[in-house]
């Protein structure tokens, strides 16, 4: 009876080590090897950019970073209701809406209005380039 406890018992912590294991999961990059979103790591500089939408672009349209660089990105609806999303970087941003990243891996990310704002939708586009 002794050793069915222990068995019991030894069982019970296996399985607490392993759900613990997995709390410990940073969930802060969603999982996204291009972005890293803790910015004390970062090793470029730190870049504050407003993305300015209106009926039909966001301004800048384009936008340069190095890797390595902590970017604070805020969207302002200066015409319009407009979001903006970067698929490849996760992020998802509605009007007055700030995120904190940092570029970790060069490459060039798009980024469109996430909302259908009217006959312009499909053109309001940009880029990020990292290198």
């Known amino acids: 009876m002794k050793q069915k406890s222990r068995l019991i018992f030894a069982a019970a912590m296996?399985?607490?080590?392993?759900?613990?294991?997995?709390c410990g999961n940073n969930a802060n990059n969603s999982g996204?090897?291009?972005?890293?979103?803790?910015?004390s790591n970062a090793g470029g500089q730190t870049k504050e950019i407003t993305l300015s939408a209106t009926n039909f672009a966001f301004d800048p349209p384009e936008i340069k970073l190095n890797v390595g660089d902590t970017v604070k990105l805020t969207l302002k609806n200066t015409d319009g209701n407009h979001g903006v999303e970067i698929p490849d970087l996760n992020i998802n941003l509605q009007n007055d809406q700030t995120v904190t990243f940092?570029?970790?891996?060069?490459?060039?990310y798009d980024y469109y209005c996430s909302i259908q704002c009217g006959s312009?939708?499909?053109?309001?586009?940009?880029?990020?380039?990292?290198?």
């Open 120 to 131: 312009g939708h499909d053109n309001m586009t940009g880029t990020i380039t990292v290198s």
């Open 102 to 108: 940092t570029v970790d891996k060069a490459g060039t």
């Open 14 to 22: 296996l399985t607490i080590v392993l759900m613990l294991s997995a």
């Open 32 to 39: 996204n090897p291009s972005t890293n979103t803790d910015p």
